[in-house]
T-cell receptor, first 118, second 118 residues
Framework: AQKITQTQPGMFVQEKEAVTLDCTYD???????LFWYKQPSSGEMIFLIY??????QNATEGRYSLNFQKARKSANLVISASQLGDSAMYFC???????????????FGTGTRLQVTL | GAGVSQSPSNKVTEKGKDVELRCDPI?????LYWYRQSLGQGLEFLIY????????KSGLPSDRFSAERTGGSVSTLTIQRTQQEDSAVYLC????????????????FGPGTRLTVL
């Protein structure tokens, strides 16, 4: 079974509008972390935002916010006031296990390509 | 400071040849990860290092793949007898290993090595 599912292969949004990118996850571990990364056409992976499974509030980072619905196992990324520079691939990822200071791999979804239009 | 660097940026090789891919992590980052991204796909975990040891090699696709890390710094991913299905972008990431809930140890990615096997 897929651990991270991103059901939107591509999305369009007009400049200055808000957009939600969907992510659902599957884990039996009560301790986990969820990450969103942006990958522009240049190829580098840019960390955007993080949500821990025990965090009480939804994470926010500038124009990015994470709509975390634990019971539904979803962690959707919301980008407000879209800009042309937001056009990129967006990946949702999960780390299982509590952050005890040990290394742990990320499991990635297949990504959503976002195109911001004028 | 300097980010994660990888070399070469592009590598074209013939089927059956061996290749070595290099990763220089961010100074002081204890953890180092290798991922593979095939065309249009998400990232696939290969291996990670904590210091010089590799607690999780579960993502290595076959025994043709190996990796080492020396001095807690530079890592080399070696692919022996390359096959066409090895063609992909190989991404390296590093992270600090701070314990605790607010220290989510995000992974910082390098620009990748694009490997093409003819």
């Amino acid at each position: 079974a897929q651990k991270i599912t991103q059901t939107q292969p591509g999305m369009f949004v007009q400049e200055k509008e808000a957009v939600t990118l969907d992510c659902t996850y599957d884990t039996s571990d009560p301790s986990y972390g969820l990450f969103w990364y942006k990958q522009p056409s240049s190829g580098e992976m840019i960390f955007l935002i993080y949500q821990g499974s025990y965090d009480q509030q939804n994470a926010t980072e500038g124009r990015y916010s994470l709509n975390f619905q634990k019971a539904r196992k979803s962690a959707n990324l919301v980008i407000s006031a879209s800009q042309l520079g937001d056009s990129a691939m967006y990946f949702c990822a999960m780390r299982e296990g509590w952050n005890t200071g040990t290394a742990s791999k990320l499991t990635f979804g297949t990504g959503t390509r976002l195109q911001v239009t004028l | 400071g300097a980010g994660v660097s990888q070399s070469p940026s592009n590598k074209v090789t013939e089927k059956g040849k061996d290749v070595e891919l290099r990763c220089d992590p961010i100074s002081g980052h204890t953890a180092l990860y290798w991922y593979r991204q095939s065309l249009g796909q998400g990232l696939e975990f290969l291996i990670y290092f904590q210091g010089n040891s590799a607690p999780d090699k579960s993502g290595l696709p076959s025994d043709r793949f190996s990796a080492e890390r020396t001095g807690g710094s530079v890592s080399t991913l070696t692919i022996q007898r390359t096959q066409q299905e090895d063609s992909a972008v190989y991404l390296c990431a590093s992270s600090p290993l701070r314990a605790g809930g607010f220290s989510y140890n995000e992974q910082f990615f390098g620009p990748g090595t694009r490997l093409t096997v003819l």
